[in-house]
């Protein structure tokens, strides 16, 4: 049998040697490892052909997202000030000073996020440099979380939270003693000069094309296995594929495990533009579900916030339909109506494999965990009423997989897509002749989502 050792490395040898290299001399495994290598889907490739190496960077990575700040700030006012403010994270030192973590510039949308190395307490103030000389002078607006009395930004190791910043409506400039070090540098630079690797871009409504590098397929591939540093490096968030128009319905597309908006181009080709916009969620595909989902619905609010459009459809394929369902349970509270969702092919109780990753493998992925079979995660989005009305898609057309059902889509079990949990909840299902990948190429189910949009 494959053993995975969970506290330390693969093989202890001295040397790098991964499971793959291992497999390739042990004619017991040969015959196994054949049969993996041709059923080459997703889950079985990451948890037994990947090597050692590889774990061990999602270890890092995930030991770097676990003890880290994650910090979601919303600056809200006249678009006009907010533009070009200089939003700041600093700590206080032993001694009582203050000392700068973190410094971004904001757009309109006064959306940042900061993803901070150490769970302590951050300050954050945001202030207007209308000399350009890259500090708070007398006269120029400071304005900080806590008001009258600075308090430390709530920061949660769950879910990123969006916090409502004091609006920038103050004529005069706030000025403490206890913030006379934001008008000077630390260690004699200017403020501009300590913005560091730590911030996390958000991205709310810029405009992109599916060809953009953003999206390649390593992109994805990143996002499962590292998604600490896909973060940093290409931010998370909504992208429009035109400019907004307030006369079409946006139909926000989510997709699954490795994906990347790229994965949609079949579908956002055809649809038709005289009725939707189509926007693409871009993220980190190795995150939790939850912590993701609330990601969405912070973006998602932040463009109501701005263009107060009145309704949104949801389209997701795969293990994206289970982060789209709880974004849908999450923001039932916002101002803005959700005209329906579209599942494509969603593991609605998870995937066998994603259990044998928990497991065995020398590191999980978090959203394996919540892609297990019977996850808390599926409980609970499954366990709650659906608001809206759900078109559910699944494909069947097998490739005959010795590691999954008979009835399958060459990835996902036939059982797992039809959850009675879910087909109870789902207003209409469609059966496809079609594999998992093949399904996003379909003129049914194109047609089944605009027409669910239609009514």
Not at 29 to 56: D, H, K, N
Request: hydrophobic residues 40%; contains cysteine; aromatic residues 10%.
């Amino acid at each position: 049998m494959l053993y995975f050792e969970r506290s330390g490395p693969c093989i202890d040898t001295g040397s790098k040697v991964d499971l793959y290299s291992l497999t390739l001399t042990n004619p017991i495994i040969q015959p196994f490892l054949l049969l993996l290598r041709l059923v080459g889907t997703a889950f079985l490739s990451a948890i037994f052909m990947q090597g050692c190496a590889r774990f061990e960077t999602l270890r890092s990575d995930i030991a770097d997202w676990e003890q880290s700040s994650r910090i979601a700030v919303s600056l809200e006012g006249d678009p006009s000030i907010i533009d070009g403010a200089y939003a700041a994270v600093w700590t206080r030192g032993q001694d009582g000073d203050l000392e700068i973590q973190d410094l971004q510039v904001s757009g309109p949308d006064g959306r940042l996020a900061f993803l901070l190395r150490d769970k302590q307490d951050y300050f954050f103030g945001a202030f207007q440099d209308r000399n350009e000389n890259s500090k708070v002078d007398v006269g120029e607006p400071l304005w900080f979380y806590g008001d009258e009395k600075p308090r430390p930004v709530p920061h949660g190791a769950r879910s990123v939270q969006e916090i409502n910043f004091l609006k920038i409506e103050r004529k005069e400039a706030i000025h403490l003693p206890t913030l006379e070090d934001l008008r000077t540098s630390r260690d004699g630079r200017a403020l501009f000069d300590l913005t560091t690797d730590q911030s996390v871009k958000i991205i709310a409504g810029e405009i992109a094309d599916l060809d953009d590098p953003r999206f390649a397929i390593e992109v994805g591939d990143q996002g499962l296995w590292e998604p600490t540093r896909f973060m940093r490096n290409y931010g998370v968030g909504v992208f429009f594929l035109q400019e907004y128009d307030a006369s079409k319905m946006p139909l926000i597309f989510v997709s699954g495990a490795s994906g990347t908006p790229r994965n949609w181009q079949w579908i956002v080709e055809r649809l038709d533009k005289t009725r939707f916009q189509p926007w693409v969620f871009h993220y980190p595909s190795g995150l939790s579900l939850e912590e993701t989902s609330h990601i969405l619905d912070l973006v998602l609010n932040a463009l109501y916030r701005k263009h107060g459009f009145s309704e949104i459809g949801v389209v997701a394929h795969s293990m994206g339909g289970l982060l789209a369902r709880n974004y849908i349970l999450v923001a039932q509270s916002r101002d803005y109506e959700i005209a329906g969702f579209v599942s494509l092919s969603t593991p609605w109780n998870g995937h066998y494999m994603a259990k044998l990753g928990v497991d065995y493998a020398p590191e999980a992925i978090p959203s394996w965990k919540d892609i297990e079979p019977d996850s808390e995660f599926i409980e609970m989005i499954l366990e709650a009423p659906m608001p809206v009305e759900h078109l559910l898609v699944y494909g069947n057309a097998s490739n005959r997989s010795p590691f999954l059902p008979k009835e399958n889509d060459g990835t996902v079990s036939v059982e797992s897509m039809l959850d009675p949990r879910a087909v109870e909840a789902a207003t209409n299902v469609i059966e496809l002749p079609k594999n998992h990948i093949d399904i996003l190429k379909s003129h049914k189910a194109r047609k089944a989502i605009e027409l669910l949009f239609s009514e």
